[in-house]
């Protein structure tokens, strides 16, 4: 059964970076894409970025600029960083196995405030 | 920018039958775009009922479909039931590696 656990910090301050990780379990990084996706509160679904398992990566035009994936096969990781995070960046982060996601992680909740 | 449309909300009667779709700003909605479709309610993270346009995810009842409907992806809920009142997203493969998200369709049971 694959699964998908997101972890990093709650509570970020404006300017700071945010760090989140991706484990995954059950599912091999080399065989599939993986994807970041958001969610602002009472807000829809936005496609983030993804990334495949050599590393090769693209993002959302919209919000590419100051997002970054990467990926550690020897961990069964990947994660997501977020430069210079304002208060529209406060979200739900969930993780996902696909570059159309299919299975999520439950999500980690992220607020940016002062 | 690629922009990817549902209808805002929608209502259906218990036992009814409705279809939502997905569909492209600029052109049409194919197979290629790897149509997927997800249900959400609050709190919850995303479910994904249906991929690749009409492969149905492991313990999805098969009342719900996915097919393309003239330019569009849409997904058909036969015999509505009052659990089925959610939040239902769906997205595309679009190129150049990037996927959208369509803005959601609520949709009412009553």
């Known amino acids: 059964q694959v699964q998908l656990q997101e972890s990093g910090p709650g509570l970020l301050k404006p300017s700071e970076t945010l760090s989140l990780t991706c484990s995954v379990s059950?599912?091999?990084?080399?065989?599939?894409?993986w994807s970041w996706v958001r969610q602002p509160p009472g807000k829809g679904l936005e496609w983030i970025g993804y990334t495949d398992y050599s590393g090769k990566r693209n993002y959302s035009p919209t919000l590419r600029s100051r997002f970054t994936i990467l990926i550690d096969p020897s961990k069964n990781q990947f994660s997501l960083k977020l430069t210079s995070v304002t208060a529209a960046d406060s979200a739900v982060y969930y993780c996902a196995r696909g570059r159309v996601p299919g299975y999520w992680g439950q999500g980690t909740l992220v607020t940016v405030s002062s | 920018q690629t922009v990817v449309t549902q209808e805002p909300s929608f209502s259906v009667s218990p036992g009814g039958t409705v279809t939502l779709t997905c569909g492209l700003s600029?052109?049409?909605?194919?197979?290629?775009?790897?149509p997927s479709w997800y249900q959400q309610t609050p709190g919850q993270p995303p479910r994904t009922l249906i991929y690749r346009t009409y492969i149905r995810s492991s313990g999805v009842p098969d009342r719900f479909s996915g097919s393309i409907l003239g330019n569009k992806a849409a997904l058909t809920i036969t015999g509505a039931q009052a659990d089925d009142e959610s939040d239902y997203y769906c997205?595309?493969?679009?190129?150049?590696?990037?996927?959208?998200f369509g803005g959601g369709t609520k949709l009412t049971v009553l």
């Open positions: 997205a595309l493969y679009v190129g150049g590696d990037i996927s959208v």
């Open positions: 600029a052109g049409s909605v194919s197979t290629k775009n790897y």
């Open positions: 059950g599912a091999s990084l080399s065989s599939y894409n």
